[in-house]
């Protein structure tokens, strides 16, 4: 069986990070995704008008390039809009609007349409026309503040907890959801999705916590923000790392024992909070007496709950990776594989991305256009 989405078609306004991450969610599991770019791009992309055959966020999709700006090329686009299940765009509130793409027009169309927006502040707030980045977003959530060892000020986590695991994740979820809805009986409708809102949601159990009384308040000081001993990431003898996350007492005990040092008193106490410091002194010396590789020989594939900390490079190397094909070749280069996996779909094989406007004279085509009225529309410069 081929993926699960597959038959539905997604309409994607080019743009950066987590909107193209959402499409390249939905094109992983079978969507067909159409990427409308402006002329402007072929500019970033050098005279050969190539995308990036080593972009994952590009990857599996169809390339048209028009300039919305003429009205041959927005109707073109517009007619695209209502022959597809869904949209994704991701500029600031009030664009689609000027542009005669926003979601009363569209949904006017096509009232099935599924319209996804993706912001870092919202459609509507004070902050919903200023500029912003994820580092903000996670700010603003209470996110980032966690984000830190004790007395430190919080580490910026690459871009992962805003603009993907907060956005593009979250708006992957709410297309599908509102696709699902639209095919039980519910009409098209427009999705908000805001990049504060999906970081504050990916701390739920944080907050939960808080509320609980299982979190201080304070970053690094609790139980699973490196707070804890038994769950953290140490250095060996080589300056490589590992991590440890021997939570549970019958896990630690395991680690204790394959570590060779269940006999030794010093690493009673595991839950006793007052003796936080004093343990992690004692496992930093432990972990300091062998190598990385060692340490792997010893706790790899156990209930010590530990894994060795790999390099982007050595990660597609690893074994347990090798065997679950967690990443794949694209155009040259190593990508992480689509996840998740199916009992029954089979998820092709990702796709390099495509040349620019490789696919304007099929789309065109497939709208009626004949081959005279393609040749018209790139004179008048409406293709781009």
């Known amino acids: 069986m081929a993926g699960p989405l597959e038959g539905l078609r997604i309409i994607e306004f080019a743009g950066i990070g987590p909107a193209p991450f959402a499409a390249m969610m939905l094109a992983d599991h079978g969507a067909e995704v159409i990427t409308i770019d402006r002329p402007s791009v072929l500019n970033r992309h050098g005279l050969s008008g190539r995308m990036d055959p080593r972009d994952a966020l590009m990857r599996s999709r169809k390339s048209i390039v028009l300039d919305i700006k003429k009205p041959e090329a927005l109707g073109i686009a517009t007619r695209l809009c209502a022959g597809a299940a869904g949209i994704i765009e991701g500029y600031r509130p009030g ?151 021997a939570i549970e007492p019958q896990f630690y005990a395991q680690f204790r024992a394959l570590a060779g040092i269940d006999d030794d008193a010093q690493f009673d106490g595991q839950f006793i909070q007052s003796r ?70 089979t998820l092709d094989a990702p796709r390099r991305p495509p040349m620019l406007a490789a696919d304007t004279d099929t789309l065109l085509a497939e709208l009626g256009y004949d081959a005279e009225s393609i040749c018209a529309l790139r004179a008048d410069g409406a293709l781009g």
């Open 95 to 245: 664009v689609m609007e000027r542009l005669g793409l926003g979601p009363d027009a569209l949904l006017a169309e096509n009232p099935a349409l599924v319209y996804g927006r993706m912001t870092g502040w919202g459609q509507y707030g004070p902050f919903a026309q200023a500029a912003g980045h994820d580092i903000n977003y996670i700010a603003l959530s209470g996110i980032l503040s966690t984000v830190a060892r004790k007395g430190e000020k919080p580490l910026a986590p690459v871009n992962y907890l805003g603009d993907f695991a907060g956005g593009g994740m979250m708006l992957a979820f709410a297309m599908v959801s509102a696709l699902l809805g639209v095919q039980r009986g519910l009409p098209g409708q427009v999705i908000d999705c805001a990049m504060t809102d999906g970081a504050a949601l990916i701390g739920a159990m944080t907050y939960s916590h808080l509320a609980m009384g299982l979190h201080s308040g304070t970053a690094g000081e609790n139980l699973i923000d490196g707070g804890a001993p038994f769950y953290d990431v140490y250095a060996c003898s080589d300056a490589k790392y590992i991590a440890l996350g």
């Open 276 to 345: 936080w410091p004093e343990l992690k002194a004692l496992l930093t010396a432990v972990f300091l007496t062998k190598t990385r590789d060692a340490w792997c020989a010893l706790l790899e594939a156990t209930d010590a709950c530990f894994a060795p900390v790999l390099s982007l490079c050595e990660a597609p190397l690893h074994p347990h990776n090798i065997a679950r094909a967690t990443f794949v070749e694209v155009g040259g280069a190593i990508q992480p594989a689509p996840a998740p996996r199916y009992s029954l779909s």
